[in-house]
């Protein structure tokens, strides 16, 4: 393979990372180094049941990918083995399922991330971690959107009960 080939292969490389980067909701980048393969594994299920992509690259192809797509301040937690979790629906998701996983597993660790776009802290990321997913969020609306419904009802009856005893 010639050198021309190799530069070929690794540029596209690195437009696949930042296209990934700037297509994500949401991505968490994690030290993993102290799991063992199994653990991995059921890492990687976990995710990808979500709809989660969890890839390993080479730090020095994600830090030229991190700077074509303008997310530079991820530079200083790319020492390491980096696994990066990309989702492009659901914004939660990876931190979620990385924090829980984190909370049973001591060898994962989350190095930091990006929410829609913007560089996050940790402590952003274990905010969002503790939001509830899209199911609750929407009960959690429908809840809120209910309860003018079913106080109008109750004055509504109330009205009636009144004009009955009235009638009466």
């Known amino acids: 393979m010639s050198n021309s080939t190799i530069i070929e292969q690794k540029k596209q490389l690195v437009q696949e990372i930042a296209d990934k980067f700037r297509a994500s909701q949401s991505t ?3 030290d993993y180094r102290g799991l063992d393969v199994a ?3 059921e890492l990687r299920k976990q995710l990808r049941d979500a709809g989660v992509e ?8 994600t830090k030229r990918a991190i700077e074509d797509a303008e997310l530079t301040e991820l ?7 980096t696994a990066i ?8 998701a990876p931190a979620k399922i990385i ?3 984190a909370k049973e597993h001591d060898a994962l660790e989350i190095k930091g991330g990006v929410i829609e776009g913007q560089v996050a802290e940790l402590d952003q990321i274990k905010e969002l971690a503790d939001l509830p997913n899209y199911e609750g969020m929407v009960s ?3 809840s809120v959107l209910q309860a003018p419904v079913r106080n109008f ?3 509504t009856k109330a009205i009636a009960d009144q004009k009955e005893e009235q009638g009466a």
């Not at 969890?54 to 192809?61: A, L, W």
């Not at 979790?85 to 939660?92: H, L, M, Q």
């Open 54 to 61: 969890f890839k390993v690259y080479k730090n020095t192809m």
């Open 140 to 142: 959690m609306l429908l």
């Open 85 to 92: 979790a990309f989702s492009n629906e659901d914004v939660v």
């Open 39 to 41: 653990e991995v594994t």
């Open 75 to 81: 530079n200083d937690i790319l020492v390491g083995p």
């Open 99 to 101: 924090n829980s996983f």
């Open 153 to 155: 009802a109750y004055a």
């Open 28 to 30: 968490l980048l994690v």
